[in-house]
């Protein structure tokens, strides 16, 4: 066997296993999604399947399941926004603070991102019952930024870090502005950082639900999570079927876009790590 | 390399690119197809183009027996709705998610005009109205309020009702008689139980009596410590946790885990029991009729083999809680407290058509509404095998179902001592290794000590 090969069965052989661990989950919710309840509850059935579309019908007709989905990505769509309006700026402004203070005021937005909502919540009630936003898709809009932006910021503040000066010094020397070298110059070259905060901050909506359960509580305003265990789980009967298919539909796209961007995505993450 | 080579290369593998076009297009095809297949959906209520004068905010559990709620939501409020001129809005949530949800509507100062949750919230009592004109109304209707009800929502010390029960649902022990019968067994008292489990779990078939922080848990949990002697508090309200009986108990059921559960009771959730018998393993659990229902509706192959028996005899007798004590509270800050208080009252009287509706899960907390003799009658009616299992429901009502804090009531220490669950932790870490019996009782019963101080201290024990 050449180096070559013996290299590239050494990578099967490690990857492989990965591949079947991470993998094994999704394939076994798409199996489930496609099965008939009773069968899923059956012992005597485990091993049985007789694919049905009944689950999916379930969830686009008996359930808002669209509606949910139309919430979560319009909540997730203006956090994004708002988060990058305000991280871009903040680590752009953090970067070129070196020493004690520009570390602490690093740590300090970070920590923030630490605090658990479970904390939280009582207080953010209150604020949001002053604001009149009790049961409206904008609570969520409105406090979501508190978790998305210090990481946001945290993140571009080491990617902006990784930006050579000289580039910058550059556009500034060929008369563009502080703006316009940031637009121009900075913004391009920072790009993987930028998708990074996009995906991430669109997961962490998509995923979050204390915030979602404690100040949505209306079956029209639900976003996803906190729709398929309100409605999907009646009592002790979990509709397995239903819920499998109520989280592999959104896991697709989220997939794919991870997976069309995976390479600037690590860019993003390491960005900021080896100056 | 030419482009020539390139392609040749790739042919019959999966570019990433191919990847993703394959997935989204699969996606997309699943997509359409769900939304083609047959639906017979009615929606939830609205009364479109509405005008009628009133509003009624209600939240509260899923049920679980969902033939509960359609009947509420699409029968009762609807009726009641039409009939008050009233435009009412039923939210359900999963039933895990009421006491955090309580917490932000307290802490906002704001939220629905009804609040329902499956144990009394005595610790709320100041946030509460005094719920005792609607007691009085709906006794004018169908008689005195169950002595049950009355203990888990009155302060005899305040005078307060700080909550209205509607329902309660007796906690009978579900077993598989088959599974027993193999081992030549059945669960009369605790002793049998603990004599079968090491056979049963043989067999795999474990018992299935949780020791985690959830509500099943500790409904078994503190029952089962009444059954062997040892009380929370006494009668007048002052804890009496840490006795010798407490901690046999606490030695028992340790032994119990050990010879016949399996470790994943530490990690339940108040569906996990359920789905433990659902899925052929259990042979027995605590639980409500949920727990039969399911598996008749599901057609399991093992459903005509459940049985439910009252909770099994321990030293000190046969001593049984409720499983779920249905309790609304209307806040001081509802927008809505006529509204909501007549309707409370309407559902109260209405008894019998949610008892009924709830497939003998619910029964009523004004036994009035639906007498006893009546609630028999019906259960020996149901048609699922062994026939006449239900009978038994109303025997465990009357005799050997009790209030959270019996022989005392129900009051904010007891909330709070329920709301942390304490006592789940307390048979835990003995179970698991962790401390010893007579330490876990001694150290619960340290925290308890301070819970009810403090609440003495407010005035409200």
């Known amino acids: 066997m050449t180096g070559a090969r013996r290299h590239k069965a050494f990578s099967y052989a490690v ?16 199996v489930t999604s496609f099965k008939p309840e009773a069968q899923v509850y059956d012992p005597t059935k485990v091993w049985t ?9 379930f969830l686009f007709h008996q359930t808002d399941y669209l509606r949910w989905l139309r919430n979560s990505c319009f909540v997730g769509l203006m956090v994004v926004l708002i988060t990058l309006a305000v991280a871009l700026p903040a680590g752009y402004a953090l970067a070129p603070l070196s020493g004690r203070v520009g570390r602490t005021m690093g740590v300090g937005i970070f920590l923030t991102y630490l605090v658990p909502p479970t904390l939280l919540f009582l207080p953010l009630s209150r604020v949001i019952s002053k604001l009149n936003l009790e049961d409206r898709l904008w609570a969520l809009i409105l406090v979501y930024p508190s978790f998305t932006i210090p990481f946001a910021v945290w993140l571009l503040m080491g990617f902006f870090k990784s930006v050579p000066q000289e580039l910058e010094d550059a556009a500034l020397m060929d008369g563009c502005s502080r703006f316009g070298a940031l637009v121009r110059v900075v913004l391009p070259v920072s790009l993987p950082g930028i998708l990074t905060v996009v995906i991430f901050t669109f997961s962490l909506v998509i995923n979050e639900f204390v915030y979602a359960i404690t100040f949505i509580s209306s079956a029209t305003n639900r976003t996803v999570t906190v729709g398929v265990p309100t409605d999907l789980i009646r009592g002790d009967l979990f509709n397995w079927p239903g819920i499998m298919a109520a989280i592999l539909i959104p896991s697709i796209p989220l997939a794919l876009v991870y997976n069309a961007f995976l390479n600037r995505f690590i860019t993003g993450f390491t960005g900021g790590a080896f100056r | 390399m030419s482009d020539t080579d390139n392609d040749a290369g790739s042919e019959g593998r999966l570019t990433r690119r191919d990847l993703l076009r394959k997935a989204g297009a699969g996606a997309v095809a699943v997509g359409v197809a769900g939304t083609g297949a047959p639906y017979a959906f009615a929606g939830p209520l609205r009364f479109k183009g509405r005008d009628l004068k009133g509003d009624l905010s209600i939240i509260q559990w899923v049920h679980f027996v969902p033939a509960y709620d ?392």
């Open chain 2, 70 to 461: 359609d009947w509420f939501d699409n029968t009762w409020v609807k009726q009641w709705g039409q009939a008050n001129d009233v435009q009412v809005n039923v939210e359900h949530i999963n039933n895990t998610l009421l006491d955090t949800r309580a917490a932000a509507e307290v802490a906002g100062q704001s939220g629905h005009d009804l609040f329902m949750n499956l144990h009394p919230m005595a610790a709320y009592e100041d946030q509460v109205i005094n719920h005792a004109s609607i007691v009085h109304e709906i006794e004018a209707k169908v008689g005195k309020i169950g002595a049950l009800a009355k203990a888990s929502t009155y302060n005899p010390k305040t005078k307060k009702y700080f909550a209205l029960s509607d329902n309660y649902v007796p906690d009978p022990v579900v077993w598989r008689h088959d599974l027993w019968n193999d081992v030549g067994e059945s669960p009369a008292t605790w002793a049998h139980v603990a004599k079968a489990a090491p056979k049963l779990k043989a067999n795999g078939h474990p018992i299935g009596i949780g020791q985690s922080q959830e509500v099943d848990s500790n409904m078994a949990l503190i029952a089962f410590l009444m059954c062997f002697g040892g009380f929370i508090q006494d009668q007048h309200n002052r804890p009496t946790l840490y006795t010798k009986k407490t901690v046999e108990a606490v030695k028992f059921m340790t032994n119990l885990y050990k010879t016949g559960e399996e470790a994943a009771i530490f990690g339940w959730n108040p569906a996990s029991n359920n789905n433990y018998l659902y899925s052929g393993t259990a042979s027995l659990i605590l639980n409500a009729i949920s727990a039969t229902r399911t598996p008749e509706a599901q057609h399991l192959p093992f459903a005509d083999n459940l049985w439910i028996w009252p909770i099994p005899a321990g030293p000190h007798g046969r001593l049984g809680l409720e499983h779920v004590m249905s309790c609304y509270l209307i806040w001081k800050f509802a927008k809505n407290k006529e509204n909501a208080e007549k309707f409370l009252a309407d559902l109260c009287i209405a008894g019998r058509q949610a008892t009924d509706a709830s497939q003998l899960y619910n029964f009523p907390s004004f036994p009035g509404a639906y007498p006893f003799p009546q609630i028999r009658k019906a259960a020996a009616a149901d048609p699922h095998k062994p026939h006449g299992k239900y009978t038994i429901l109303t025997t465990i009502a009357e005799k050997y179902t009790h209030n959270i804090g019996y022989p005392g009531t129900t009051n904010a220490a007891i909330d709070e001592i329920f709301s942390k669950y304490l006592i789940p932790q307390m048979f835990a870490q003995v179970s698991q290794g962790k401390l010893s019996a007579h330490d876990s009782v001694r150290d619960t019963m340290s925290v308890i000590k301070d819970i009810y101080a403090k609440w003495r201290k407010r005035g409200k024990i």
């Open chain 1, 49 to 57: 399947f007789q694919p049905t579309l009944a689950n999916y019908g």
């Open chain 1, 15 to 30: 990857t492989i296993p990965f591949v079947i661990l991470l993998g094994f989950p999704f394939f076994w919710m798409a």
